[in-house]
């Protein structure tokens, strides 16, 4: 099988739960690079938050690629040149945000070097509340994550600040962020894709969270564009994915990988379904479809 190109998403696919590359799956991904496949991480986070892992899969080494930001970045670590496609900036921010937070949910506007946090009353006290009990330490943010009510994301964004007005929001913003429980997320993700589904990308990311950012530039248009400049068919690209946002890069090639613990509404785009981000599932479907020869 002649592979140019694996493109994997982060949260909940290349990384475990523990937020790890297992081993197994990390010596997979490093024999591919050695073998002349390029390695492409397709992630909602900035490079900041994924530096650490590209080092560790020695992606500078091989020259590998970087899909920042759910799309709307590119990095390419050959030439270590970063190529920004698109912000949001103050007269499409702010309209937006005043919106989102009349919402039951934690809203995040999210910009290079960090991140602007609206927190409602009601759920601000029940932060308050959980944190006394998890006995985080005084320094730990407040900012709520794709998995839980507290996430530190200061590796990718030093700079969090917890506002009350959305004309503090005052530089360009890459994207927002709604998290909430579930069930209640469901009922959001409903309104936004309503009012907002014809002027921007709506993605549902994890069960608690939901991401917003500029129509047009989604993982698989960025996908595309790596793929017409290097001459990648739709037969030579893996991608694996968990999440909505990953859905767009599914149509883009015909080997589409959803993981073991993905949405039903991700597997069903995918044209295969591999183990979960705890079971190696990159690991397997490499194997299986003899890319690797086993480590």
């Known amino acids: 099988m002649n592979i140019k190109a694996i493109v994997m998403d982060m949260d909940g696919t290349l990384l475990n739960s523990k937020d790890k ?19 492409v991480l397709a992630s909602g986070r900035n490079y900041g938050r994924i530096k650490p892992y ?12 970087l899909i920042e930001i759910n799309g709307i970045a590119i990095y390419d670590m050959s030439t270590n040149q970063r190529t920004i496609l698109r912000q ?19 809203s995040i506007a999210v910009y290079d070097e960090g991140l602007f946090d609206y927190m409602p009353d009601h759920i601000l006290t029940m932060k308050q509340k959980l944190r006394l009990s998890l006995d985080l330490p005084e ?13 530190d994301m200061r590796n990718g964004y030093p700079c969090q ?14 994207k927002f962020q709604i998290l909430q429980e579930t069930d209640i997320l469901n009922e959001i993700e409903e309104k936004l894709i309503h009012k907002y589904g014809d002027c921007f990308e709506v993605f549902r990311t994890t069960p608690r969270q939901i991401e917003m950012g ?57 044209k295969y379904i ?14 299986k479809f003899n890319v690797i020869k086993g480590v």
Request: net charge negative; aromatic share 12%.
């Open 54 to 65: 590209l080092e560790e899969l020695h992606l500078e080494e091989f020259g590998g690629l």
């Open 214 to 270: 500029p129509k047009g530039y989604t993982k698989g248009d960025t996908l595309v564009r790596l793929m017409k400049k290097f001459g990648w068919s739709k037969d030579e690209v893996f991608v694996f994915g968990d999440g909505g946002n990953d859905i767009s890069m599914f149509k883009q090639t015909n080997y589409s990988f959803a993981m073991g613990q993905a949405l039903e509404s991700v597997k069903n785009e995918a």
């Open 139 to 151: 320094d730990y943010p407040w900012t709520a994550g794709a998995w839980s009510w507290f996430w």
């Open 21 to 39: 590359i297992s081993p197994k799956t990390k010596d997979a991904l490093i024999e591919c690079q050695k073998n002349g496949i390029k390695i």
């Open 274 to 287: 591999t183990l979960s981000n705890n079971e190696d599932g990159i690991y397997e479907a490499l194997m």
């Open 88 to 106: 949001m900036h103050e007269d499409e921010v702010h309209p937006v945000f005043s919106y989102l937070m009349n919402l039951n949910a934690e």
């Open 161 to 174: 600040k917890y506002i009350e007005k959305v004309e503090e929001i005052d530089c360009p913003i890459n």
